[in-house]
């Protein structure tokens, strides 16, 4: 091949009319596009990721078997109460950890956005910063009841506790109490 396409031909073309400036500038503008390609703060983003996985399972691990143990004390209380119930016991699970939302901090440029979860040192570690806290939401109820037999009682059961997590029926189970549990 000849003329315009050899490559050593348009090498010594390109080279013959540039300065010893130019390829300077050429190299410049290179070492900009990769600054910006490349990506900043990754480091960060770990950080971050860490500090929510740690929030969510300290707080769901110590909160949620309290609230879990202070909706059954309420709940064995109210349906106790309830005519035709008698002793109970109950037991609830939770469909999940419930849910945070932390504060982000959001910087805007023209051409991107970026957000980072803000961290604060808590005088232990550094936390990210939760602005409020959805609680777990309730996955089933088992209510081993004194009338649990009683067809009555286990509807007005039922309807109880599925206003109070609005559950559907077939997340709740009724059922009677055993001889030798009724007797403690």
């Known amino acids: 091949m000849s003329g315009f396409w050899n490559t050593k031909e348009l090498w010594k073309k390109i080279t013959e009319r540039r300065s010893r400036t130019d390829y300077i500038v050429i190299l410049l503008i290179g070492v900009m596009v990769l600054i910006v390609a490349v990506p900043v703060g990754g480091g960060r983003k770990k950080t971050e990721q860490a500090a929510e996985k740690t929030v969510s399972t300290v707080v769901s691990e110590s909160e949620n078997g309290v609230y879990v143990r202070q909706l059954t004390e309420e709940l064995t209380a109210m349906l106790s109460g309830m005519d035709g119930v008698g002793k109970c016991r109950v037991m609830i699970t939770l469909e999940d950890d419930g849910r945070f939302f932390l504060d982000r901090d959001v910087t805007s ?14 005088g232990v ?17 088992l209510v081993v009841a004194q009338g649990g037999a009683d067809p009555v009682a286990a509807t007005n059961i039922s309807r ?25």
């Open 125 to 141: 570690g550094e936390a990210p910063y939760v602005l409020r806290r959805e609680r777990p939401k309730v996955a089933g109820v």
């Open 109 to 122: 440029g023209s051409d991107r956005r970026e957000e980072h979860t803000v961290i604060y040192d808590n």
């Open 160 to 184: 109880a506790v599925m206003s109070l997590f609005g559950l559907e029926a077939h997340k709740i189970t009724v059922v009677k109490m055993s001889v030798q549990e009724d007797s403690l």
